[in-house]
């Protein structure tokens, strides 16, 4: 594992609900310079959506202006065929996210960030992306039994292609697998087994080197999550900080193998953002971690092994403006943080 000792550093979730690549560039760099995020537009058109970016490449992906989906009518053994060779030599040249589906991305990469601890990407999970994306019935491709095999194996090497994108710009990569679909395991909304879960992501995260990160914005089971690899575990602070604390011995263990945790603490609702300020969330901050400090966690592992992030992602926050206040305060409550605790 790579150095994780961040010190409640600002970085955030990936989406921002602007159209112009290169202001939403220059907001990540103004307020999140030491651990920047590649900017996510979904409001550029439907191929910049967190299921759409992740597509290029998937054996007969079908990507509408409104819908993606797997088309099962086609002859795919061509296509399959290839993939495996592919995977098989671990060549994730054919698996890039192209300026079309990526234009916060590829603006990002010529961006220069000479600050950067770590440089973050994100890509969509294989039980989100997998279950969310169907066939032309509707079915979720992950529960079929060809395609299923694939969709861990081709995010494998998404997440690869884009961890070597990154480390043109800084040696320290941090690839992101977000899985909000998590919020249903256990539901009759998921049929899937915990084993398949882990599975699932351990294939995908075989293709990052550096620093592994998940996201889930809701409540989940996070004993599943931090059974995996994964370095940094990503959670929605602001509203489901219980969450995350009824697992103490098993945060405990994923902090003591010198996990992270990314303190989704700034709210993502823009009508809550005239009632908090960074000493309100600084008092529910550390309302959050005495959770964890109640049942033998100790604080200064939570502040060392600490992001500080939104919620989830600000795509839907609505306004610009209501974006950058919440980098804004993310990078100001980050600051105060550091300071009251004198972290390096």
Same mark, same amino acid.
């Given at each position: 594992?790579?150095?994780?000792?961040?010190?409640?550093?600002?970085?955030?979730?990936?989406?921002?609900?602007?159209?112009?690549?290169?202001?939403?560039?220059?907001?990540?760099?103004?307020?999140?310079?030491?651990?920047? *995020? $590649?900017?996510?537009?979904?409001?550029?058109?439907? =191929? !910049?959506?967190?299921?759409?970016?992740?597509? +290029?490449? @998937?054996? &007969?992906?079908?990507?509408?202006?409104?819908?993606?989906?797997?088309?099962?009518?086609?002859?795919?053994?061509?296509?399959?065929?290839?993939?495996?060779?592919?995977?098989?030599?671990?060549?994730?040249?054919?698996?890039?996210?192209?300026?079309?589906?990526?234009?916060?991305?590829?603006?990002?990469?010529?961006?220069?960030?000479?600050?950067?601890?770590?440089?973050?990407?994100?890509?969509?999970?294989?039980?989100?992306?997998?279950?969310?994306?169907?066939?032309?019935?509707?079915?979720?491709?992950?529960?079929?039994?060809?395609?299923?095999?694939?969709?861990?194996?081709?995010?494998?090497?998404?997440?690869?292609?884009?961890?070597?994108?990154?480390?043109?710009?800084?040696?320290?990569?941090?690839?992101?697998?977000?899985?909000?679909?998590?919020? *249903? $395991?256990?539901?009759?909304?998921?049929?899937?087994? =915990? !084993?398949?879960?882990?599975?699932?992501?351990? +294939?995908? @995260?075989? &293709?990052?080197?550096?620093?592994?990160?998940?996201?889930?914005?809701?409540?989940?089971?996070?004993?599943?999550?931090?059974?995996?690899?994964?370095?940094?575990?990503?959670?929605?602070?602001?509203?489901?900080?219980?969450?995350?604390?009824?697992?103490?011995?098993?945060?405990?263990?994923?902090?003591?193998?010198?996990?992270?945790?990314?303190?989704?603490?700034?709210?993502?609702?823009?009508?809550?953002?005239?009632?908090?300020?960074?000493?309100?969330?600084?008092?529910?901050?550390?309302?959050?971690?005495?959770?964890?400090?109640?049942?033998?966690?100790?604080?200064?592992?939570?502040?060392?092994?600490?992001?500080?992030?939104?919620?989830?992602?600000?795509?839907?926050?609505?306004?610009?403006?209501?974006?950058?206040?919440?980098?804004?305060?993310? *990078?100001?409550?980050?600051?105060?943080?550091?300071?009251?605790?004198?972290?390096?």
């Amino acid at each position: 594992m790579s150095d994780t000792n961040f010190n409640c550093l600002p970085t955030f979730i990936g989406s921002l609900p602007h159209k112009d690549a290169a202001a939403a560039c220059g907001l990540v760099k103004q307020y999140l310079p030491e651990v920047p *995020a $590649f900017p996510q537009l979904s409001k550029r058109g439907y =191929r !910049e959506s967190m299921y759409a970016q992740c597509s +290029e490449g @998937f054996p &007969g992906i079908v990507v509408t202006p409104e819908k993606i989906y797997v088309d099962r009518q086609q002859d795919l053994t061509g296509q399959l065929a290839r993939f495996y060779e592919d995977y098989l030599a671990d060549d994730c040249s054919l698996y890039g996210i192209s300026p079309v589906y990526g234009a916060g991305l590829h603006t990002f990469l010529k961006t220069a960030f000479p600050q950067a601890k770590a440089v973050k990407g994100q890509i969509t999970g294989p039980v989100t992306w997998g279950l969310t994306v169907g066939d032309e019935a509707g079915k979720g491709i992950l529960y079929d039994e060809t395609l299923g095999d694939v969709v861990p194996k081709f995010l494998r090497l998404k997440a690869a292609w884009l961890e070597k994108e990154l480390a043109k710009i800084s040696p320290g990569t941090m690839i992101f697998v977000d899985e909000p679909y998590m919020t *249903a $395991f256990g539901s009759v909304g998921m049929q899937l087994t =915990r !084993e398949q879960v882990v599975s699932n992501l351990e +294939e995908t @995260f075989a &293709g990052i080197k550096g620093i592994k990160g998940t996201h889930c914005c809701g409540n989940t089971d996070w004993s599943i999550l931090l059974q995996t690899s994964v370095d940094i575990i990503s959670f929605d602070t602001y509203n489901y900080a219980e969450s995350l604390a009824i697992y103490p011995g098993e945060v405990k263990k994923f902090l003591e193998r010198g996990g992270c945790i990314a303190w989704g603490i700034i709210p993502t609702d823009a009508a809550l953002f005239g009632k908090e300020a960074v000493s309100s969330l600084k008092d529910r901050l550390e309302a959050a971690f005495s959770l964890f400090t109640a049942k033998g966690i100790p604080q200064e592992r939570l502040l060392r092994q600490g992001l500080i992030t939104p919620a989830c992602g600000l795509g839907p926050v609505g306004s610009e403006a209501a974006a950058e206040q919440a980098l804004r305060l993310t *990078a100001e409550l980050s600051q105060e943080i550091r300071r009251k605790y004198r972290l390096g």
